[in-house]
């Protein structure tokens, strides 16, 4: 008994690190695909049938590089440092609810690595990690650039996870849970995702993760064009390589939180009643675990969506200046997310009433469109005849 | 039987494998002939200059030092916010526990909403633009020689 459940366990585990590694690995791949599409062009399509082996063919290159360690660089803080942030961004999809429970005899298994109660102080833990293995790498590589890049990137990831913070502190203060699964069971009823009662905490939620995975508009800790390479300038071969990997593997636990927290992870418009109807014509343990299995391809498909958005905004919305991102950073989204938890509060203990954010967002919206309205209109261009 | 953070340390276990395992593989595959030129600091492909202890801006560390102060706002309020709408602690205490929570964490956020706004005020938030320093080069060369000089000798424009 206590041996089979460790299997189980272990077995879970290693599907769980498969799927993640799976779903980074292609995400290098997607990537190319989408930004091609974006541009008019092919993209990958030499490796395989539509370039599908593209990113084995990436990792052998890694492989088969030569490595080099700088003379004047900390070895094994250098060596460290891309170790930190590949083990951070792989220990954080442990938490995250991905299905119901797998019934099996007289078993009933949760799909989720493990079913913590802390988990989303675990992940908000996890994450903060993540900046100290820019830091390190960056510091170790005794390189200018390098050095430059890693304290922009530890100086945008803190700003930005006070507001994500903040935006999480808004749910929990609805849920009155930290458990990623009670999260997820609270949001039955398409009305009730969290999306729906937290718009301005999802949008921030949003904007926060992105700044947290180094992306496009955020990725200032690698713009090429003033700093080389950023923290990993002086990096070569598979180190490179768990940089590069975290990054994906990073976007893509941040996907699954964001459909977690605001997008009722598991749950669909009529779930009930499937599960109910699957349930009276297959069986209660075979009706079950297709409904299972119903709610996890759910799941990914959100994933696929937001991994999709996170493409989709690199390609199409130019890099913040360090200015701009620390402006918008301290003194928009941290007042924002402040007023966000007060203003939920007292919704919340004011009957029960939940969609009391929306309050701020219907002033912002007012706010926008008079400032459009007043802004001075520019005059059409003439164009001279030649 | 294990407890759930047993298992949790298993999969941070099976991570450290996984790294530890690819670097090892890693290392068997690749090549390792590395000379001087090679194992030089990048610097645009120039000769480094020294060290990478060169000065940066100060601001990072007021970033870094306000971050502290809300990242312990956070720590608390995670536990506070679990607490907060909790229906047994509001039935026994007829409401009064919910508002009397809200009041409580106002007036944290409050304090530490002064201090933003404290440096925000101070102007420690914000990053000045640099101002390019133009060389100025005490010489007796009128700077407009080469306008004077173009002008006189400019040659007739060709209809």
Known sequence: MELTVLVIKSLVILAVFGITLLIATYSTYAERKVAAFLQDRIGPNRAGPFGLLQPIA??????????????????????????????????????????????????????????????VLYVFGVVSLGVYGVMIGGWASNNKFSLLGAIRAASQNISYEVALGLSIIAILMMTGSLSLRHIVNEQNGFFQWNVFTQPLGFVIFLTCAFAECNRTPFDLPECETELVGGYHTEYSSMKLGFYLFAEYINMFTSSAIISTLYFGGFQYPFMHQVHDALVDSLGSTVGHNIATGIGTAVLFGKIFFFIFFFMWVRWTIPRFRFDQLMNLGWKTLIPLSILNVVLTGAGLLFDKFKYATWLIVIVMIIMAATNAIKAPRRKPVTVPQL | MLSQFGIMFLFILTAFAFIGGILLFGKLLRPDRPTEEKLTTY??????VGNAGVQFNPRFYVVALVFVLFDVELVLLFPWATVFGQPTLIAETGGLWGWFALTEAVVFVVILALGLAYAWAKGYLDWEKPQPQLPTVATKVPTTLYEQVNERYKRPTTP
Do not use: H
């Open chain 1, 58 to 119: 990436d990792a052998g290159k890694m492989f088969f590089k030569e490595d080099f360690i700088p003379a004047q660089a900390n070895k094994w803080l250098f060596i460290l440092g891309p170790c930190l942030a590949m083990l951070t961004a792989l220990m954080s999809s442990a938490v995250i609810p991905f299905g119901d429970s797998i019934r099996y005899g007289s078993f009933e298994v949760p799909v989720q690595g493990i079913d913590v109660n802390v988990g």
């Open chain 2, 43 to 48: 610097e645009s492909g120039e000769e480094p």
